[in-house]
């Protein structure tokens, strides 16, 4: 198994069905006949479609660290990298250009509050990329190839309960939900609003 990569990469893969184990190899397949692909790793190619899809409004309401500090600019992309994140990229070809519809990526985070939670897992898609039935086959790619590739286990995520289309794709691709807090949640124009603060976990059994 490799180790979570640390830094850009020079080119990113594109996975190929076939090679990463059935759930993988199956959403990998679903993605193709969408027309879209998924590269491992980022690459400077890659990094300015990157950073302004973290800007986009969408993914600040629940993500904004995202554009505050981890995907900035270059520089803040290769601080984060140091922490031992692996990348997958959900990439429209087109033929003649290759456009970024999403990002997720694992990597090393422990959590106290989850039970053996060693490594984190994240998930976006681009604004106008949702509604298209991508989350799910790509949020299956990035667990179950993470899984195959890197021997990831013990994964865990934090989402909000009112972020209720990912946590639905979260429940149907395996994850469980180990702990709700309510708490609260500062929105896209900097008020405070009630919301839960989720810990979920997909069982080692599932990666199998």
Partial sequence: MKDFPTKLAKVTTTLISGE???KCNESLNVLSQ???EVHLGISEEFTDQLIEMAKEDAIKEYCPNDSETR????ETINK???KEKA???LVENNGDELN???YGWVGKEKNNQVDKGDVTFALRVGTSYQGKG???????????GSNAIYGAQNIWLATWSSNAGAVHVY?????EIVSATSSKRKTLNGNEVEDTRLLMTIPNSKLQ
């Fill in 71 to 74: 995907f900035t600019n270059l």
């Fill in 171 to 175: 429940k149907k691709i395996g994850f």
């Fill in 34 to 36: 969408k027309g879209f």
């Fill in 87 to 89: 990348v997958f990229l």
């Fill in 134 to 144: 991508l989350a799910t086959p790509f949020s299956s790619v990035v667990i179950y």
């Fill in 20 to 22: 990463y184990g059935e």
């Fill in 80 to 82: 984060w990298l140091k």
């Fill in 100 to 102: 970024l519809a999403g």
